[in-house]
């Protein structure tokens, strides 16, 4: 079974400037997640997606990150612009329809903000 | 809301030696889940454990085995005969399973010296 797909693997750009992650969940996970992974912290659940419905995105900053889900498989998370702390490791999750079974991590989207 | 907490930061011990990795959670909820999770040093977070609220028995795999104990709010995490390959960053994790966020402690950095 092919786990999650998270492009690219790392990424560097300006203050100011968007960049964009893609992420494919494990084929019939229907439950996609964005967790931001600081420096020596753990992962904060950015968003939640069921299927292409946000289930929770209360700790998303919308002032500049945005994420979609259009047809319910492949998710994009976009910041615009980007701010020097925003420097972390974007990881991708998919689960077995909002369960707690088969959640499966990416190997992460490594961001940073110079 | 959920915490959990990991009051170790860094251990490091030498090969063969036993070593115990902390979690401590906090909950309203009598519904509950826990986790482990490693991540090596190519950043993937690796599943290790899921144990839910209702089953205190202590599980052994391999090296590894786990101690939940609900009178003290712990979950802990032992590895036996420690190898380099242990070495990694440990989370401790926490779900509600009513919408299956994860709330990660900050994490453990364990150290297996040759």
């Known amino acids: 079974e092919a786990g999650v797909a998270q492009s690219p693997r790392y990424k560097i750009i300006e203050k100011r400037q968007s960049v964009a992650f893609w992420c494919n969940p494990i084929?019939?996970?229907?439950?996609l997640y964005w967790y931001q992974q600081i420096l020596g912290q753990g992962p904060k659940l950015l968003i939640q997606?069921?299927?292409?419905?946000?289930?929770?995105d209360s700790q998303l900053p919308k002032d500049r990150f945005s994420a979609e889900r259009l047809k319910g498989v492949d998710s994009t998370l976009k910041i615009q612009p980007a701010k020097l702390e925003d420097s972390a490791v974007y990881l991708c999750?998919?689960?077995?329809?909002?369960?707690?079974?088969?959640?499966?991590f990416g190997s992460g989207t490594r961001l940073t903000v110079v | 809301a959920q915490k959990v907490t990991q009051a170790q930061t860094e251990i490091s011990v030498v090969e063969k030696e036993d070593v115990t990795l902390d979690c401590v959670y906090e909950?309203?909820?009598?519904?509950?889940?826990l986790f482990w999770y490693k991540q090596p040093p190519s950043g993937e977070l690796v599943f290790l454990i899921r144990?839910?609220?209702?089953?205190?028995q202590n599980e052994i795999s391999g090296r590894y085995s786990w101690n939940f104990q609900k009178s003290t709010s712990s979950f802990n995490f032992t590895i036996t005969a420690s190898q380099v390959v242990d070495s990694a960053v440990y989370f401790c994790?926490?779900?509600?399973?009513?919408?299956?966020?994860?709330?990660f402690g900050k994490g453990i950095t364990l150290s297996v010296r040759p």
């Open positions: 144990r839910n609220s209702f089953d205190e």
């Open positions: 909950t309203r909820d009598t519904t509950y889940y």
């Open positions: 994790a926490s779900s509600t399973g009513a919408n299956s966020k994860l709330t």
């Open positions: 997606f069921q299927n292409n419905g946000v289930v929770d």
């Open positions: 084929s019939g996970h229907a439950t």
């Open positions: 999750a998919s689960s077995v329809t909002g369960t707690l079974y088969g959640y499966t």
